[in-house]
């Protein structure tokens, strides 16, 4: 177990001038599974929890206040060690909006004031990792063999297989069944401290059971590793005794179907093999991660909870669920999902995309690739749930053959307010945009901005100004409502007249 409070103290790292600007209990003992330095903003579903990230920062000190707090979530979501920014050479300190965004989310931030030797720091750590990886594998790959060799001389006993976890690894280790019930348990662990891993065990696409080890020891590394190896070993065990149901069966290659774009005639009979309705509505939700294991037991009791008809299929730790709607109460029925969905993942490290609604089962695949799609997009962090229906204008840019397209629309819609935002080191573009998504809602918009309702009155005259009247009663709030967000989402009109991204 190597902590932050060692890497920090190392020479290569102390040479850096290290300064923790954040303020979370618990950051110098969080183990630091792998050093990464990075540039790019997007590095977060790459991540797999426990790196450090070691970064130059200009990019992201280059972004809206709002983008930075974004980028902050999203490494938060992935449950990293830590996010250390090389600020040398800077005068100013890091933002106080960057630091808030860090406590809040609950990701340690560190500033290195001098300049960082990222290869010497990455090298150093990393070393010292996998080597202690390199020990853990040799442990629960001894674990493992024994296992595989008492299932194919005596059989998948359970008792006997939990038993030889629990005395192996030291831990407490139980098996559950999908609904909950539980299978065994071997060995005991004292008290709430120490650390936990859980493993799905997925037999012919459907989750058959849930493995938990427990152990006294907050170094997780072994845990999980042994978690991670011993699922597909218990998989073995069960599949002997763990038999679909000719439903289950149904349900699998409905989802299978559906998930890789089978063709319509397939898809209707699986459908109704499946025992859904041929007239009903579909939608489909994507669930992931962001831990290392995924665990979806109580999310899909929680979706299931209403009544809903769902099915649902894991493969790659990937949980996609497919819900049969009535088709008169389909919008009313996926907005309900969606808000059972957010409040079933608050707090969890799983996050979810819901894609859009389609009139007929047989569709399910478009509705599958777009919650797929969203989630590439939003990038969310665990605890949240996106909506495809809020991505629908960066959907339709995104599908513009040729971003040039966009540039003359953009120039000629809002040219003057975007120079005017360059020249001024203005906002206009960021609180158009607000105000336009929240509906023209100026009270509503100037919240999210956190600014006074008559400094909101004073850019909205602006805008309308540069923008050669109101939009709202110019006949053109669709398309200045596309031109904004093309601008702000950094179509070539918007990055050369200085518009922010």
Known sequence: MITLAEVLASQSMSAAGPELCSNIPGTLQRVVRWVHSSEVLEIAPLLRGGELLLS????????????????????????????????????????????????????????????????????SVNRRVVNEQADAHLV??????????????????LPTILGMVASALGVEVSLAAADGLPLGQAGSVEGGEGSTAVAGIVVGGQLAAQLTLRSPSEDSLVLELAADRLSGIFALALAQSF????????????????????????????????????????????????????????????LRAGGVNAKSHLRDGEL????????????????????????????????????????????????????????RLGAPAGGQVLDAMEFLGRRILGAVHGQAFMDPYVRSSMGELLAWDRKHGTELLKTLVCWLD???????????LNIERQTMHKRLNKIAELLGGDPRTSGRLFDIHIAAKAAANGVPGGRAAGGPA
């Open 56 to 123: 130059g920062g200009e990019g992201l000190l280059a972004l809206p206040d709002d983008q930075q707090r974004d980028y902050v979530r999203s490494l938060a979501g992935r449950n990293i060690a830590a996010l250390a920014l090389q600020t040398a050479g800077r005068d100013a300190p890091l933002p106080d909006g960057l630091i808030a965004a860090a406590n809040e989310s609950g990701l340690p931030l560190i500033e290195l004031h001098a300049v960082a030797p990222f290869v010497d720091i990455a090298e």
């Open 320 to 375: 996609a669920v497919l819900f049969a709607l009535a088709p008169n109460t389909a919008r009313a029925a996926r907005e309900a999902l969606i808000a059972a969905a957010r409040e079933a993942v608050r707090g969890a490290d799983v996050c979810a995309a819901f894609g859009p609604g389609v009139a007929a089962g047989f569709r399910a695949h478009e509705s599958y690739v777009e919650a797929r799609e969203v989630l």
């Open 438 to 448: 929240s509906g023209c809602n100026t009270t509503g918009s100037a919240a999210t």
């Open 140 to 157: 629960v790959d001894d674990v493992s063999r024994r296992i595989a060799r008492h299932i194919t001389d005596r059989g998948p006993h």
């Open 243 to 302: 038999r679909p149901t000719p439903a289950q069966v149904a349900e699998a290659r409905l989802l299978e179907s559906v998930m890789e774009g089978g063709d319509g005639g397939s898809v209707r009979l699986l459908w109704q093999q499946a025992g859904l309705r041929p007239e009903q509505a579909a939608v489909m939700a994507v669930f992931r991660t962001s831990g290392r294991e995924a665990n979806f037991t109580a999310v899909e009791r929680a």
